[in-house]
């Protein structure tokens, strides 16, 4: 299964940003989708996820600044960031977890470049 993540970029502080990433290859199923981000020397962490069931989960930074959603249809998932702060720079990676009908996968995006500056 591959992940093709767009939608970075540099934006202001304040700004706003909708990253989205696509799955293709061999799916029957997908059980969550996420977006995790990794800053400058430090560790990754989860930002959102959503399940197949489409329970959100966010990381308390983002809280009531990002939305995350998927289009069951086109295997993507999406995250609308708002409010954007510097602190949110980093480079953002889709995580797709599901199964192929006969085994489970776990499968990451490239990333892409989240720049908040002035």
């Known amino acids: 299964v591959q992940l093709q993540a767009f939608g970075g970029g540099l934006v202001q502080p304040g700004g706003s940003l909708r990253l989205s990433c696509s799955a293709s290859g061999s799916i029957f199923s997908i059980n969550v989708m996420a977006w995790y981000r990794q800053a400058a020397g430090k560790q990754r962490e989860l930002v959102a996820s959503?399940?197949?069931?489409?329970?959100?989960n966010y990381a308390d930074s983002v809280k009531g600044r990002s939305t995350i959603s998927r289009d069951i249809a086109k295997n993507t998932v999406y995250l609308q960031m708002n409010s954007l702060k510097p602190e949110d720079t980093a480079v953002y990676y889709c995580n797709v977890a599901g199964s192929d009908g006969i085994r489970t996968f776990g499968s990451w995006g490239q990333g892409t470049l989240v720049t908040v500056s002035s």
């Open positions: 959503i399940t197949s069931g489409g329970r959100t």
